[in-house]
């Protein structure tokens, strides 16, 4: 097992706190602004970054021949339906609720391992799939016992979670041959099109200027999380010990929670908090054990 160095720490841990402060950050952009448009607006900021790290790394961005299909293919659940999807959510949505239902994604991957490509789950997955559909269940509940509450909004989530779950067991099994970097910036590339088109159709009689915190929100997602973070994971994500890039996913809808309820006065309820640590046994079910990490939104 490769030892991490104090600067893979230090990177490790930066990581984890930008992705777990994004969830209220991503709510406070969304809150006067159409949510696919603060996505798009976002995505495209981050992706000079992306650029500029790809070349100083010496990576080519070359599409290899005949297999842009494949880039397309693993875009759409990767990035495509993940961002549209748990952007609405996060409209409709508590940020920390939404942050837990995003992150039942490695339960998605391991039922979409034995859905379409014949994996077998050990006992232990059984049981942190059933852990994770019981958690979605409570919040889900939650919401439809409260007037105010949105259940469309977990539906959405939950939608986005498995796209992304379906997407990360498409990535492990492609057989493209580009550096990772790179492929990311095409998926990203490729999403922000579609993702133009739809807040064009959708959301263009609600466009305006940005006011002060939703251009706040926008920059951290551009410069934070699609360009700070996306690049140093990658290039993390190759020596990382499992066990370490493990316990960072866990921790990110714990922070999602506890932030959302630090920066925008969110009240966790006994739901919250039982979903939360039923989603954690899942996860731990299914990550803490040797196995190549996860990709990270």
């Not at 469309?152 to 379906?166: D, K, M, N, Q, V």
Request: net charge positive.
């Amino acid at each position: 097992m490769t030892s991490l160095s104090r600067k893979d720490w230090i990177l490790l841990i930066l990581l984890t706190l930008c992705w777990g402060i994004n969830w209220p950050v991503m709510k406070i952009g969304v809150r006067d602004f159409p949510p696919v448009s603060f996505r798009t607006i976002s995505m495209i900021g981050g992706l000079p970054v992306i650029w500029l790290a790809a070349r100083m790394q010496g990576a080519s961005l070359a599409i290899p021949r005949g297999q842009l299909r494949e880039v397309i293919k693993l875009a759409i659940p990767n990035m495509l339906v993940w961002h549209v999807f748990i952007i609405l959510g996060v409209k409709m949505l508590s940020s920390g609720r939404a942050a837990i239902l995003g992150y039942t994604m490695p339960v998605w991957a391991l039922l979409s391992g034995l859905l379409f490509f014949g994996d077998r789950p050990t006992r232990a997955a059984w049981f942190g799939i059933g852990c994770a559909l019981a958690g979605a269940v409570l919040l889900m509940s939650s919401e439809f016992a409260t007037l105010a509450g949105n259940p469309l909004g977990s539906i959405l989530a939950l939608i986005a979670a498995a796209a992304w779950g379906f997407g990360t067991v498409l990535l492990k099994r492609s057989s493209i041959v580009m550096p990772t970097i790179s492929l990311t910036f095409w998926m990203l590339s490729l999403a922000a099109i579609a993702m133009t088109l739809v807040s064009a159709v959708f959301e263009s009689a609600r466009w305006h200027l940005p006011d002060r915190a939703t251009l706040l929100a926008m920059l951290y997602n551009a410069a934070i999380i699609f360009g700070f973070a996306h690049t140093v994971w990658f290039k993390l994500a190759r020596t990382l010990p499992p066990i370490a890039s493990s316990l960072s996913v866990m921790m990110i809808p714990v922070l999602g929670v506890f932030s959302g309820a630090w920066l925008l006065g969110e009240t966790p309820h006994w739901p919250d908090y039982a979903a939360m640590a039923l989603i954690l046994v899942a996860m731990s079910t299914v990550l803490l054990k040797p196995r190549n990490p996860p990709i990270h939104k």
